[in-house]
């Protein structure tokens, strides 16, 4: 027979204090683990919000990112007009031939890091549609002037509307902010590619994304391009694209995730043991009773262990309020374009089960050694005792 | 001092309590001494930078090349001793997993700059008779089996320097370290041979430039001023620079990863939290159990100072054990730490890490102050309580 669950309940609550420190240590370890998961959830989100299932990104056969692509203007018209793209009601092609460039620009908190300049085409907007200007107008093509995402418009010096960027001896108005549904793109400027090219020293484009009428025949049209000998290109959902490129970053967040919560675990569940050490050592008496009463050992083994899990799933759910206000924390890491990506902490239900997988294992493990010292209590020297 | 075998005799009398804390305290400051090892890496990276080495790159960004012509004009410059080219050219070889940093370099005032790289000099010779010569570190010698002699192609990510087929290259020279933060994971060969490559290939639009031109002043203390000069020299040309001395380069790329330290920071801050909790909570189990002799102790006229002090010895030594094995594990782990399948991708960058003695005293610091924050509470307990209540609650 088993004992009741309110008796697990009401001892936690009778040893108070102990109680609270343990709850305290498990919690750290599931608030850190959740920020964790939470900052590389929040990356991969940006980046994969900043592709489209419906586009395909066309770059160079074999490169990595834009900016290690490169492809000629014809070859980017030939792609435009290709039969399996849409296009819009005037009938031209759904398709954004894209320069990408780096610049080195000063953060307003101090360190100069590498933002993204891409020149485009007002085609641009048509095929991604997550983008809109909030502020101020978008750029007017054959001018020297750029729009600027939202992240990179608050986080960088010498950013305002009617402002001017000094960039390789030309000054390039700030006529507008735009978002993107927190996506990568809210981290770059956006200019006219036919100015940016030639002002840049570029010749060609770095990428061309054309929204396709099927999407999922980008498969197949990427086989196509593979074997098209007359150019080097190769397609890719633009989605998968983005996501591919958080891999490292997030990989690495999630890496160093699972070795502090594994270590900091070990710790706390140390100290989760030495809570129930004491409960079970305090209540010797009552577990003398319990057993002459004939509750059997796995029945005393079994409470204990509920016991000390009830114990860390609360401190679980503690260590989750405690990670809330992470939500939504805006930070940066490297991107695939060897510049920044602004992303907000994203605690997704994941980072939330993860919390509380971690904080039953706790539980479990730390209660184990305790309850089986409960389970062996003889009864005689049980009841004899203080 | 006597009262010592007392204060062991209480550690050993609850043994279980005392091991998990110990060992808890132990995982947990291992945690906080290899972040800190990580950290102090990368402080490292940027202090041992040499103050008379500056950097100049293209103004806009390092992802654009500047005119060769800068070379002769930065040279002339007063206050200049040597000036490299130098540029990045992201070879691959084999797979973008087997991916390890390349440089195209003048070898002959590069090294002149960089004394750390130790080359064999006959080897070194071999190489500047050898255009495709290739130097490589230790480190990748190991890792890919490279002898000398050995010849291996390379591809790069670079637009403009991927020129129809593979770079092909002959090992000429293998270089160990002069210093304990050399990087021995770098690749370097013959600028000369990018530029004939690129050249031979000029229709295409493709076109060479300088990358970085690694500079080395006469005089540390004027290296800010001659980084102003170079600037000044091209303000006026189309294509402007950016010079900034060695540290400000490394750091710019640091600031690059994000906000790491902060990260690494917070992480730690948290752990020793949790060591905090986890001590404090076996202190006062401690101090509870032992209430009537406390007040025994009292009685016999043993004073309150005493009696607490007594609590805080014994929390103390737990920090002192905790903390010692902790470090000791950390320098037992650290430098294999990277080989662990998933934390290369963390720990990959920072080869050969190990627990310098300042972090090592940092963090046992940091473990006996957590003891005597833990011991507190109960101690001050134990210097309050009145004996009669002692007596009677037990």
Redesign the interface.
């Known amino acids: 027979m088993a004992l009741p669950l309110s008796y697990n309940v009401r001892s936690l609550y009778v040893r108070g204090r102990v109680t609270l420190l343990a709850i305290g240590g498990i919690a750290l370890v599931v608030a850190v683990l959740i920020v964790l998961v939470a900052m590389a959830m929040g990356f991969r989100i940006a980046l994969a919000a900043t592709g489209s299932t419906d586009n395909a990104i066309v770059t160079q056969r074999g490169s990595t990112s834009e900016l290690t692509s490169g492809m000629t203007r014809e070859n980017a018209n030939v792609l435009a007009v290709d039969a399996r793209v849409r296009r819009d009601a005037n009938g031209r092609p759904l398709a954004s031939p894209e320069m990408v460039v780096v610049a080195a620009l000063t953060r307003r908190d101090g360190p100069q890091v590498n933002v993204v300049i891409r020149g485009v085409t007002p085609q641009a907007f048509a095929v991604r549609r997550g983008v809109r200007i909030v502020e101020g107008r978008t750029f007017q093509p054959g001018l020297y002037e750029v729009i600027v995402g939202r992240k990179m418009f608050d986080r960088f010096e010498g950013m305002g509307l009617g402002r001017a960027l000094q960039l390789q001896r030309r000054s390039w108005t700030i006529v507008g902010v735009f978002e993107a549904n927190g996506s990568g793109f809210e981290s770059e400027i956006w200019g006219d590619v036919d100015v940016m090219t030639p002002a840049f020293n570029r010749i060609g484009y770095q990428s061309i994304t054309l929204t396709m009428q099927d999407p999922s025949a980008i498969r197949a049209f990427n086989d196509e391009l593979q074997r098209n000998p007359r150019m080097q290109v190769q397609a890719i959902q633009e989605r998968q694209y983005y996501e591919d490129q958080s891999g490292a970053v997030s990989g690495a967040l999630l890496a160093l995730a699972g070795f502090v919560a594994i270590v900091m675990g070990i710790g706390a569940v140390f100290g989760a043991m030495n809570t129930m050490y004491a409960i079970v050592a305090a209540r010797t008496r009552e577990i003398g009773t319990l057993r002459a009463l004939g509750f059997s050992r796995i029945a005393i083994l079994t409470a204990f262990v509920i016991e000390s899990t009830f114990l860390a799933i609360v401190g679980g759910a503690l260590g989750c309020v405690l990670a809330l206000p992470a939500n939504g924390i805006s930070s940066a890491a490297g991107g695939a374009n060897f510049a920044e990506v602004a992303f907000a902490f994203r605690i997704t239900t994941l980072a939330i089960v993860a919390g509380m997988v971690l904080a039953a294992l706790m539980g479990i493990a730390g209660g184990l050694l305790p309850a089986s010292r409960a389970a062996r209590v003889p009864i005689t020297a049980a009841l004899r005792e203080a | 001092m006597k009262y010592f075998p007392y204060v062991l005799k209480h550690l050993r009398r609850n043994w279980?309590?005392t091991l998990?804390?110990i060992?808890?305290?132990a995982?947990?400051i291992?945690?906080i001494c290899t972040l800190q090892t990580v950290l102090d890496a990368i402080r490292q990276t940027t202090e041992n930078a040499n103050p008379s080495r500056l950097i100049t790159r293209h103004a806009?960004?390092?992802?654009?090349n500047m005119p060769l012509a800068y070379k002769p004009r930065i040279q002339a410059l007063p206050g200049v001793k040597t000036v490299a080219t130098s540029n990045w050219f992201?070879g691959v070889y084999r797979d973008?997993k087997d991916f390890f940093p390349s440089f195209a370099v003048e070898a002959e005032d590069y090294f002149k700059i960089y004394p750390e790289y130790n080359i064999p000099p006959d080897q070194f010779r071999d190489y500047l008779q050898d255009m495709r010569g290739a130097l490589i570190g230790r480190d990748i010698a190991e890792k890919y089996g490279f002898k000398i002699g050995d010849v291996f192609q390379m591809?790069s990510?670079?637009?403009p320097y991927r020129v129809g087929r593979p770079f092909e290259f002959v090992v000429r020279g293998i270089y160990q370290g002069n210093s304990a933060g050399t990087n021995l994971g770098v690749m370097f060969f013959h600028y000369k041979y990018l530029y004939e490559s690129i050249q031979a290939r000029k229709g295409v639009?493709n076109y060479a430039g300088a990358g970085t031109f690694n500079v080395e002043v006469t005089n540390p203390n004027q290296a800010a001023a001659v980084a102003k000069a170079i600037d000044a020299n091209f303000e006026n040309s189309?294509v402007?620079t950016?010079t900034e001395s060695e540290g400000a380069f490394i750091?710019?790329f640091i600031?690059?990863?994000?906000?790491l330290v902060a990260?690494l920071n917070g992480?730690g801050l948290?752990?020793a939290?949790?060591?905090l909790?986890?001590t404090?909570?076996?202190m006062?189990?401690a101090v509870r159990e032992r209430r009537t002799e406390i007040a025994v102790l009292k009685t016999l006229g043993f004073p309150s100072t005493l009696v607490m002090s007594l609590v805080l010895i014994e929390a103390v030594a737990l920090g002192v054990l905790g903390g010692g094995l902790g470090v000791l594990m950390a320098e037992g782990l650290v430098a294999n730490l990277h080989k662990m399948p998933?934390?290369g991708?963390?720990l990959g960058q920072f080869p050969g890490l190990s627990v310098s003695p300042f972090v090592g005293t940092l963090t046992f610091s940091i473990a006996v102050a957590l003891g005597i924050a833990a011991g507190l509470i109960p101690a001050v307990g134990a210097y309050r309580s009145r004996i009669t209540d002692m007596l009677r609650q037990a």
Not at chain 2, 60 to 64: C, H, P, T
Not at chain 2, 255 to 259: E, I, K, P, R, S
Request: hydrophobic fraction near 60%; aromatic fraction near 8%; include cysteine.
């Open positions: 279980i309590r998990s804390t060992a808890g305290m995982v947990c291992f945690l806009v960004s390092l992802v654009f992201g973008i591809e990510m670079i637009p639009g189309d402007q950016k750091a710019g600031a690059m990863t994000g906000n990260l992480i948290a752990v939290f949790t060591i909790l986890v404090a909570n076996t006062s189990m998933f934390m991708l963390v």
